[in-house]
């Protein structure tokens, strides 16, 4: 979804199992934020992108295709703007890819491998969640909302892709995040303190708490994430 306005364009990226119109078409128009050049898109097998069975569904490759696209899209410099697993997909585009990015907003972004035993690829094997119970148990398990998104996710796509944000990138997000050279803003709901606050901040990294709101803070409080992200993009 491309909305039309001046340079430099933002980049909006969405998390595991979801889709970026959903989350960010109503906060991306408001007049804090609109009148740029947006891009909401959808990471390759989520939403209304491809989902291709044989693609591997790493951090990496899921940078590397938006890097594609955005130089397809004669973007250069972009403010990019992401949730969650989409927040990992941001870092390492940033590191891979250092001329596509200006900034970056971190929302409530993964930035580490999750403790063993944790996730899908703990709980199941690929063929027991694309072939076997594990894709209709998860869309019960995780609820309406989110369930509403991540049906339209390829099963292979976020069996993979949650694999592999599981095991992490090496050097894993959180080190490429200490290392980046662009303005970072790291957004967390203000009843969390993220882990490791004081080093992201000694790094330069601008942690800022929103109020009113869990993990989605672009749909638990608009305004507030509005109100941040435009003041992360102003350098305020």
Known sequence: MELPGAEPTRVYLHGLGASSAAYYA?????????????????????GISDRPTDASYTLEEHADLVAAALSAARVN?????????GGAVAIVLAARHPHLVSALVLVDATLDPQPPGEGIGARYTEEQFVHGHGWSETLNRVGTAWAATMRLTGPEALYRTAAHLGRGTTPTMRELLLELRVPRTYLHPADTTPRGAHAL??????VVAVPDAGHNIMLDNPDGF?????????GR
């Open 26 to 46: 109503a906060v991306a128009t408001k007049p804090a934020l609109g009148g740029r050049r947006s891009l909401l898109m959808d990471l390759l097998g989520h």
């Open 77 to 85: 410099a972009a403010q990019v703007i992401a949730h969650s697993m």
């Open 201 to 206: 901040t000694d790094a330069g990294v601008r």
């Open 226 to 234: 509005v109100a941040a992200t435009e003041a992360a993009l102003r």
